[in-house]
């Protein structure tokens, strides 16, 4: 759940609406990976008592933003939420502009294309294309997900692109172990992040799944500062000489072509 604390924002006098916090916490247990959870799971995820949970989510359920499964006892999400994301700004240039390069990125190379920004030290998923036939099935980042900045090619790219203050904010934040080529060690990350800055692309292997890979390249606006990343992923064979990784062109024609849209917005 959120403290004051962690919201210097807040005019002073006013206080925090627990009853609303401790819902809004309820709505946040939700992910990709688990979309339907028991009561049990909830309150755990949400840290309330079950008493406190089951009175919330009967709220959120006659509210219309929450189903219950009576044949199973979990709660899922409805389209209520859907209508809510539609309306979210946040990176919505962005989106826009590369919604159709994603496609075609993922019908030209067989890879999952996908589209990044920074926020608040973490990489946020604005936008994901699949090929018409992937050369891989696997779990893959979804649409408004978040994820930390030391795996995976596009939050690499992402990290590489930040200024030195939110760089060190990005490495405080817990860091994802997803495999043991997973790089933690904010040394190492930081030297990671200059020489991706300086080649202008990263292939990170097997960090986020053993067999697997992914290219990145920044999307870079007229004054040069980062709009975002563009990233493709799929069977580490995909990308041929590490050195000099097939797709790459094409990514940094796409991402430019981009850019320049934005710029022209």
Avoid at 169 to 186: D, F, I, K, M
Avoid at 236 to 261: K, V
Wanted: charged content about 20%; glycine content about 10%.
């Amino acid at each position: 759940m959120t403290s004051s604390a962690e919201l210097p924002e807040l005019k002073s006098g006013v206080p925090l609406v627990r009853a609303l916090d401790r819902g809004l916490a309820l709505l946040a247990a939700f992910t990709p990976e688990q979309p339907r959870q028991t009561l049990t799971e909830l309150a755990r995820a949400a840290q309330l008592d079950k008493g406190t949970a089951r009175r919330l989510l009967q709220t959120l359920l006659l509210a219309g933003w929450v189903r219950h499964e009576a044949g199973t006892g979990c709660y899922a999400l409805t389209t209520r939420l859907l209508a809510m994301a539609a309306a979210v700004e946040t990176g919505g240039a962005l989106r826009a502009a590369g919604s159709d390069a994603l496609h075609d990125l993922a019908r030209r190379t067989g890879a999952t294309a996908f589209l990044w920004m920074a926020e608040d030290g973490m990489a946020l998923c604005l936008a994901r294309a699949v090929a018409p036939q992937p050369n891989v099935d696997a779990v893959w980042f979804s649409v408004g997900a978040r994820a930390p900045m030391n795996c995976g090619a596009g939050p690499r790219v992402l990290l590489a692109g930040l200024t030195p203050r939110e760089r060190e904010r990005a490495l405080a934040l817990p860091l994802s172990v997803r495999t043991p080529a997973s790089q933690t060690n904010p040394a190492h990350l930081r030297r990671d992040a200059e020489a991706i800055a300086a080649r202008g692309w990263e292939l990170a292997r097997d960090d986020f799944v053993i067999g697997l890979a992914g290219l990145g390249v920044p999307i870079l606006g007229k004054d040069g500062a980062m709009l975002g990343a563009l990233s493709l992923s799929g069977m580490t064979s995909l990308f041929g000489d590490p050195d000099a990784p097939d797709h790459l062109a094409l990514l940094r024609s796409t991402a430019a072509a981009i850019g320049r849209q934005i710029g022209a917005g």
